[in-house]
């Protein structure tokens, strides 16, 4: 007669399998048996195999041969094991609380700590790699690039030197004037002048007066002719009016300081922006008077 081969207790892989889902049962166990004070499992709290009755409400089947009963043996929590239980068997349950001195927050604070690392170095790899198919792309000089750099760091010295240029500058120039310019007016005349005849002149019924050695006439009225080019003294007394368009031609100079316009407080005020970034690139930096610039 020979005997059956022995079967595995389904309660056995049933408790096997959900042992197989606990993490701590994955970890390398030591051969070498703790003491209950030295082993740390031992502090968490477990509960009882015999309290748990649905394990053990399942139907065991009957071993062909009866197994020969081994002397009990103490488990990690100081107990006796149960018959039909290996003594080298996992805990079919381990209790859910943290371990003593572990956070819970901080698988999650690693997690994210480690999600936004990630993050970062991606977008810099992008940006490094979109750099390099620039450069490739558009075939870019690296001296250029270097001489970029410096005129960038040159760039605060530059601006600075400009906006009090612009603040110490004037505007001169020449202003053409081309108008017509409106003149009304009346115009007093009252002074003695001369004028001269441009042609012969009759005056009839004169008063002549003729004194010779031969002849005398006085107060005679006769008519006279007076030739061109007689010059007559005589007094103007009148009034001219004068309404005319009189045409002005002429260039105005202008020199205007822009320190005492409006636009002074904006170079000012530039100026101010300028100089932190001014003196981190140069310390030493002074103005165009000599005098430092920075603090």
Do not use: H
Request: proline share 10%; with cysteine; glycine share 4%.
């Amino acid at each position: 007669m020979t005997e059956e081969p022995i079967k595995e207790d389904p309660v056995e892989k049933f408790r096997k399998l959900i042992a197989s889902f606990i993490p701590f049962s994955r970890l390398p166990k030591k051969e070498v048996k703790m003491d209950d004070e030295k082993n740390p499992l031992s502090a968490l709290p477990r509960k009882n195999a015999d309290k748990d009755g649905k394990l053990n409400s399942l139907p065991k089947k009957k071993d062909a041969a009866p197994k020969p009963e081994s002397a009990p043996q103490a488990d990690s929590t100081g107990g006796a094991s149960q018959p039909g239980q290996p003594a080298s068997s996992p805990s079919p349950k381990l209790d859910s609380a943290p371990r003593a001195g572990f956070s819970a927050w901080a698988p999650r604070f690693w997690t994210t700590a480690s999600v936004i690392s990630l993050t970062i170095n991606i977008i810099i790899t992008v940006i490094l790699i979109v750099l390099v198919i620039s450069v490739y792309r558009l075939k870019l000089d690296m001296a250029k690039v270097l001489s970029a750099g410096t005129a960038l760091m040159d760039l605060p010295g530059g601006l600075y030197s400009n906006f009090e240029l612009m603040e110490r500058a004037s505007i001169e120039t020449n202003i053409p004037v081309q108008a017509d310019i409106p003149v009304k007016f009346d115009l007093l005349l009252n002074q003695q002048t001369n004028v001269t005849l441009s042609e012969n002149v009759t005056i009839t019924n004169a008063l002549v007066t003729v004194n010779t050695g031969g002849l005398n006439i006085t107060q005679a009225n006769t008519t006279i002719v007076l030739p061109a080019g007689t010059v007559l003294p005589i007094m103007l007394n009148l009034t001219v009016p004068v309404d005319k368009q009189v045409p002005v031609t002429l260039n105005v100079p202008v020199n205007i300081p822009l320190s005492a316009t409006s636009l002074n407080d904006p170079f000012i005020g530039l100026q101010d922006v300028v100089r932190p970034i001014y003196c981190v690139t140069n310390p030493e930096a002074v103005d165009m008077d000599g005098q430092p610039i920075c603090p």
